[in-house]
């Protein structure tokens, strides 16, 4: 979810920056009519990048009580749960000049930590807090 989210913020910031350069007319489009349209699509590029931000963005700084975005704050991260697990690892094969010839992947082992992230509002002052998984290779 975070790389589309990610790839629709920037083909979208991307349409804007190209808006922004049609209403300078840098793109060599030289009719007011042209320029203003432009000005409208750049318009509302900029109403879809600001939904984007509120309502995706948003959601991650969303209280769960007070139901506000943007207002939770970090307050500390902890070590909720470590676990022994099979990481599966892609090894590289490469040649004398340092080329990858191949890869295999294979199942090492490793460790599976469980972080919890503690949050607060600011507006309500409520805690709540959110975990998060790493898988660790020890090799």
């Known amino acids: 979810m975070n790389k589309l989210r990610l790839v629709v913020t920037i083909i979208v910031a991307l349409f804007i920056v190209a808006g922004v350069c049609g209403v300078l007319g840098m793109n060599g489009m ?35 009580s007070c139901k506000k975005r943007f207002c939770l704050k970090k307050t500390g991260e902890e070590v909720a749960k470590r676990e022994n ?4 690892v892609e090894t590289n094969t490469r040649n004398r000049n340092g080329d990858v010839i191949g890869s295999l992947e294979q199942y090492v082992p490793g460790e599976r930590i469980t972080y919890r992230i503690n949050k607060v509002c600011k507006k309500c002052g409520k805690g709540c807090y959110s975990t998060y998984r790493r898988d660790i290779p020890k090799v």
């Open 85 to 88: 697990i099979s990481v599966l």
């Open 30 to 64: 030289s009719g007011i009519l042209e320029r203003i349209v432009m000005f409208v699509f750049t318009l509302i590029c900029g109403m879809v990048m600001y939904l984007i931000v509120y309502y995706w963005y948003g959601n991650d700084y969303k209280c769960p």
